[in-house]
Protein backbone atom coordinates (compact mmCIF):
# COMPACT_ATOMS: atom_id res chain seq x y z
CA UNK A 1 0.00 0.00 0.00
CA UNK A 2 1.53 3.85 -0.94
CA UNK A 3 2.20 5.42 1.61
CA UNK A 4 1.93 9.40 0.97
CA UNK A 5 3.72 11.82 3.53
CA UNK A 6 2.30 15.76 4.06
CA UNK A 7 4.21 18.22 5.28
CA UNK A 8 3.45 20.32 7.31
CA UNK A 9 1.13 18.78 9.75
CA UNK A 10 0.01 22.12 11.17
CA UNK A 11 0.81 25.62 8.96
CA UNK A 12 -0.43 28.59 11.17
CA UNK A 13 0.27 31.89 8.92
CA UNK A 14 -1.07 35.71 8.89
CA UNK A 15 -2.74 37.08 6.27
CA UNK A 16 -1.49 37.69 3.05
CA UNK A 17 1.26 35.13 3.62
CA UNK A 18 2.66 32.84 1.07
CA UNK A 19 2.76 29.06 2.06
CA UNK A 20 3.91 25.78 0.18
CA UNK A 21 2.73 22.07 1.35
CA UNK A 22 4.07 18.91 0.32
CA UNK A 23 3.22 15.45 -0.64
CA UNK A 24 5.64 12.79 -0.95
CA UNK A 25 5.82 9.38 -1.50
CA UNK A 26 8.45 6.53 -2.16
CA UNK A 27 6.58 5.07 -4.78
CA UNK A 28 5.16 6.44 -8.33
CA UNK A 29 2.10 7.81 -8.40
CA UNK A 30 -0.52 6.78 -10.83
CA UNK A 31 -2.19 10.65 -10.23
CA UNK A 32 -2.80 12.85 -7.36
CA UNK A 33 -5.30 14.42 -6.51
CA UNK A 34 -5.72 17.83 -3.93
CA UNK A 35 -8.55 18.05 -1.38
CA UNK A 36 -9.45 20.74 0.68
CA UNK A 37 -11.61 19.83 3.52
CA UNK A 38 -13.06 22.38 5.92
CA UNK A 39 -14.36 21.47 9.94
CA UNK A 40 -17.57 19.11 9.72
CA UNK A 41 -17.66 19.09 6.04
CA UNK A 42 -16.61 16.39 3.15
CA UNK A 43 -13.33 17.15 0.90
CA UNK A 44 -13.61 18.97 -1.92
CA UNK A 45 -11.75 18.51 -5.11
CA UNK A 46 -9.00 21.20 -5.85
CA UNK A 47 -7.20 19.18 -9.14
CA UNK A 48 -5.64 16.54 -10.69
CA UNK A 49 -2.12 15.84 -11.78
CA UNK A 50 -1.05 13.22 -13.74
CA UNK A 51 1.78 14.07 -15.74
CA UNK A 52 5.49 14.34 -14.21
CA UNK A 53 6.39 18.27 -14.53
CA UNK A 54 3.02 19.40 -14.87
CA UNK A 55 1.91 22.70 -13.15
CA UNK A 56 -1.72 23.64 -12.37
CA UNK A 57 -3.22 27.07 -11.34
CA UNK A 58 -6.55 27.87 -9.60
CA UNK A 59 -6.68 31.11 -8.27
CA UNK A 60 -3.81 32.10 -5.71
CA UNK A 61 -3.13 28.49 -5.52
CA UNK A 62 -0.53 26.73 -7.91
CA UNK A 63 0.15 22.87 -7.93
CA UNK A 64 3.06 20.88 -9.08
CA UNK A 65 3.45 17.53 -9.80
CA UNK A 66 7.37 16.60 -9.59
CA UNK A 67 9.11 14.96 -12.81
CA UNK A 68 9.46 11.65 -11.06
CA UNK A 69 5.69 11.43 -10.33
CA UNK A 70 6.49 10.57 -6.22
CA UNK A 71 6.30 14.37 -5.08
CA UNK A 72 3.46 17.40 -5.53
CA UNK A 73 3.63 20.69 -3.75
CA UNK A 74 0.73 23.28 -3.38
CA UNK A 75 1.51 26.78 -3.11
CA UNK A 76 -0.44 29.70 -2.08
CA UNK A 77 0.03 33.19 -2.84
CA UNK A 78 -1.16 35.70 -0.60
CA UNK A 79 -3.11 33.55 2.13
CA UNK A 80 -6.55 34.62 2.97
CA UNK A 81 -8.84 33.56 6.13
CA UNK A 82 -11.24 31.80 3.49
CA UNK A 83 -7.85 29.22 2.73
CA UNK A 84 -8.42 27.92 6.25
CA UNK A 85 -8.81 23.96 6.33
CA UNK A 86 -7.61 20.85 6.04
CA UNK A 87 -5.53 20.00 2.56
CA UNK A 88 -4.92 16.39 1.09
CA UNK A 89 -3.50 14.73 -1.28
CA UNK A 90 -4.67 11.65 -2.18
CA UNK A 91 -3.19 9.14 -4.99
CA UNK A 92 -6.24 7.57 -7.61
CA UNK A 93 -5.41 4.74 -9.66
CA UNK A 94 -5.73 5.35 -13.33
CA UNK A 95 -7.35 1.75 -13.95
CA UNK A 96 -10.98 1.39 -15.21
CA UNK A 97 -11.93 -1.15 -12.05
CA UNK A 98 -10.17 0.53 -9.53
CA UNK A 99 -10.59 4.32 -10.19
CA UNK A 100 -11.75 6.62 -6.99
CA UNK A 101 -10.50 4.07 -4.64
CA UNK A 102 -8.17 6.76 -2.73
CA UNK A 103 -5.01 6.48 -0.68
CA UNK A 104 -5.12 9.72 1.69
CA UNK A 105 -2.19 11.82 3.21
CA UNK A 106 -2.64 12.55 7.02
CA UNK A 107 -3.67 15.88 5.81
CA UNK A 108 -2.18 19.42 6.29
CA UNK A 109 -3.97 22.15 8.69
CA UNK A 110 -3.98 25.18 7.67
CA UNK A 111 -5.01 28.11 9.49
CA UNK A 112 -4.65 32.18 8.40
CA UNK A 113 -4.97 34.52 10.30
CA UNK A 114 -6.51 37.79 9.92
CA UNK B 1 -28.75 20.58 -4.53
CA UNK B 2 -27.57 18.03 -6.68
CA UNK B 3 -24.93 17.25 -4.95
CA UNK B 4 -24.03 13.94 -2.63
CA UNK B 5 -26.04 13.79 0.39
CA UNK B 6 -26.13 11.97 4.17
CA UNK B 7 -27.85 11.22 6.76
CA UNK B 8 -27.81 11.76 9.60
CA UNK B 9 -25.18 14.44 9.96
CA UNK B 10 -24.52 13.77 13.44
CA UNK B 11 -25.33 10.18 15.99
CA UNK B 12 -24.32 9.77 19.17
CA UNK B 13 -24.90 6.42 20.29
CA UNK B 14 -24.08 4.05 23.34
CA UNK B 15 -21.46 1.23 22.83
CA UNK B 16 -23.61 -1.51 22.01
CA UNK B 17 -26.20 -0.16 19.70
CA UNK B 18 -26.63 -0.27 16.17
CA UNK B 19 -26.02 2.75 13.61
CA UNK B 20 -27.72 3.14 9.92
CA UNK B 21 -26.01 6.03 7.44
CA UNK B 22 -27.77 6.35 4.63
CA UNK B 23 -26.29 8.49 1.63
CA UNK B 24 -27.74 9.60 -2.13
CA UNK B 25 -24.66 9.92 -4.49
CA UNK B 26 -25.28 12.25 -7.66
CA UNK B 27 -28.32 11.33 -9.77
CA UNK B 28 -25.86 10.24 -12.98
CA UNK B 29 -22.87 8.91 -11.23
CA UNK B 30 -22.78 4.98 -11.07
CA UNK B 31 -19.48 4.72 -8.54
CA UNK B 32 -20.45 5.09 -4.77
CA UNK B 33 -17.62 5.15 -2.08
CA UNK B 34 -17.59 4.70 1.42
CA UNK B 35 -14.47 6.34 3.49
CA UNK B 36 -13.91 6.68 7.08
CA UNK B 37 -12.27 9.56 8.84
CA UNK B 38 -10.74 9.98 12.00
CA UNK B 39 -9.73 13.05 14.24
CA UNK B 40 -6.56 14.34 12.55
CA UNK B 41 -6.33 11.76 9.60
CA UNK B 42 -7.00 11.80 5.97
CA UNK B 43 -10.20 9.54 4.60
CA UNK B 44 -9.52 5.79 4.68
CA UNK B 45 -10.72 4.09 2.17
CA UNK B 46 -13.51 1.13 3.24
CA UNK B 47 -16.12 0.31 0.18
CA UNK B 48 -17.30 0.50 -2.96
CA UNK B 49 -20.28 0.09 -5.60
CA UNK B 50 -20.56 0.36 -9.26
CA UNK B 51 -24.26 0.29 -9.51
CA UNK B 52 -26.01 -2.66 -7.04
CA UNK B 53 -23.01 -4.34 -7.03
CA UNK B 54 -19.95 -4.20 -4.21
CA UNK B 55 -16.96 -4.88 -5.85
CA UNK B 56 -14.10 -4.54 -3.20
CA UNK B 57 -14.07 -4.05 0.64
CA UNK B 58 -11.02 -2.64 2.86
CA UNK B 59 -9.97 -5.00 5.77
CA UNK B 60 -10.75 -2.04 7.71
CA UNK B 61 -14.64 -3.15 7.26
CA UNK B 62 -14.95 -5.91 10.00
CA UNK B 63 -18.16 -8.25 9.95
CA UNK B 64 -19.92 -6.12 11.89
CA UNK B 65 -20.11 -3.42 8.82
CA UNK B 66 -22.03 -4.18 6.13
CA UNK B 67 -23.06 -2.09 3.19
CA UNK B 68 -25.67 -2.43 0.83
CA UNK B 69 -26.76 -0.23 -2.69
CA UNK B 70 -29.94 -2.50 -3.62
CA UNK B 71 -31.22 -0.34 -6.65
CA UNK B 72 -27.94 1.16 -7.63
CA UNK B 73 -29.25 4.54 -6.31
CA UNK B 74 -28.82 4.73 -2.58
CA UNK B 75 -26.66 3.19 -0.26
CA UNK B 76 -26.80 2.39 3.45
CA UNK B 77 -23.81 1.43 5.70
CA UNK B 78 -25.09 -0.38 9.31
CA UNK B 79 -22.74 -0.90 12.00
CA UNK B 80 -23.99 -3.50 14.47
CA UNK B 81 -22.45 -3.72 17.81
CA UNK B 82 -21.15 0.08 17.67
CA UNK B 83 -17.45 0.12 19.73
CA UNK B 84 -16.01 2.88 20.73
CA UNK B 85 -13.12 2.59 18.34
CA UNK B 86 -16.20 3.04 15.63
CA UNK B 87 -16.28 6.83 16.39
CA UNK B 88 -15.08 8.58 13.22
CA UNK B 89 -16.84 10.86 10.55
CA UNK B 90 -18.54 7.95 8.16
CA UNK B 91 -18.05 9.97 4.29
CA UNK B 92 -19.68 8.97 1.41
CA UNK B 93 -18.26 10.16 -2.35
CA UNK B 94 -19.63 9.33 -5.77
CA UNK B 95 -17.81 9.27 -9.13
CA UNK B 96 -19.13 9.47 -12.59
CA UNK B 97 -18.34 6.56 -14.83
CA UNK B 98 -15.03 5.57 -16.37
CA UNK B 99 -13.25 7.32 -19.39
CA UNK B 100 -15.45 10.73 -19.40
CA UNK B 101 -14.30 13.73 -17.71
CA UNK B 102 -13.44 13.91 -14.06
CA UNK B 103 -12.64 9.56 -13.93
CA UNK B 104 -12.02 9.15 -10.86
CA UNK B 105 -12.51 12.18 -8.86
CA UNK B 106 -14.56 11.71 -5.98
CA UNK B 107 -17.34 14.19 -4.69
CA UNK B 108 -17.57 14.07 -1.49
CA UNK B 109 -21.07 14.18 0.94
CA UNK B 110 -20.67 16.08 4.31
CA UNK B 111 -20.50 13.43 6.12
CA UNK B 112 -21.98 11.61 9.18
CA UNK B 113 -20.11 11.82 12.38
CA UNK B 114 -20.51 8.99 14.95
CA UNK B 115 -19.72 9.27 18.69
CA UNK B 116 -20.13 6.04 20.81
CA UNK B 117 -20.22 6.68 24.27
Known amino acids: TQLLEQSPQFLSIQEGENLTVYCNSSSVFSSLQWYRQEPGEGPVLLVTVVTGGEVKKLKRLTFQFGDARKDSSLHITAAQPGDTGLYLCAEGLQSDTSYGKLTFGQGTILTVHP | DTGVSQDPRHKITKRGQNVTFRCDPI?????LYWYRQTLGQGPEFLTY????????KSRLLSDRFSAERPKGSFSTLEIQRTEQGDSAMYLC???????????????FGEGSRLTVL
Open chain 2, 93 to 107: ASSPRSGGPNTGELF
Open chain 2, 49 to 56: FQNEAQLE
Open chain 2, 27 to 31: SEHNR
